[in-house]
Each structure stands twice: as structure tokens, then as C-alpha cells.
């Protein structure tokens, strides 16, 4: 038998950060609807938080038609 066919009865099926996971993807959605836009602020914030180093860029996009945000997805 190998190691890979028993690999699933070793595996921890409870995830210790998953209550605080879930804290923050329904923090995330709650200023995702408020703000209309991605938070980045907050997410910058959040990220800190816990102990992440976290960078910003900025960027812009060229679309090759002029009215591709409105005519794309008709």
C-alpha cells in the first residue's frame, strides 16, 4: 500500500483559522457593498494587522475599443 493511499485518513479536517477566515471574508463583502469598489484601504489595513507586508501599485488599462466596457458583455 503507499503513502499517498493513506494520506486521507491523516489529514486534519478542522481548520483552526477558519472562524476568523469567515470574520474576514464577510468584513471584506460588508465594505466591498458599502464603498461600491474594492477596499483597498481596508484590506491594506487588515493585512497589517496580522502581521503582512503589504504593497500597493497602480496601475491603468487600455481597452483596444472604444466602447468595449459597454458593448462587451451585450
Do not use: I
Request: charged content about 25%.
Amino acid at each position: 500500500m503507499s503513502e499517498n493511499a493513506m494520506g486521507s485518513t491523516m489529514v486534519e479536517e478542522q481548520f483552526v483559522g477558519g472562524d476568523r477566515a469567515r470574520a474576514f471574508a464577510r468584513d471584506f463583502t460588508a465594505h466591498h457593498r458599502k464603498s461600491g469598489a474594492l477596499p483597498v484601504a481596508w484590506l491594506e489595513r487588515t493585512m497589517q494587522s496580522v502581521g503582512l507586508e503589504v504593497y500597493t501599485q497602480s496601475f491603468s488599462r487600455k481597452l483596444p475599443f472604444p466602447d468595449e466596457t459597454h458593448e462587451r458583455y451585450m
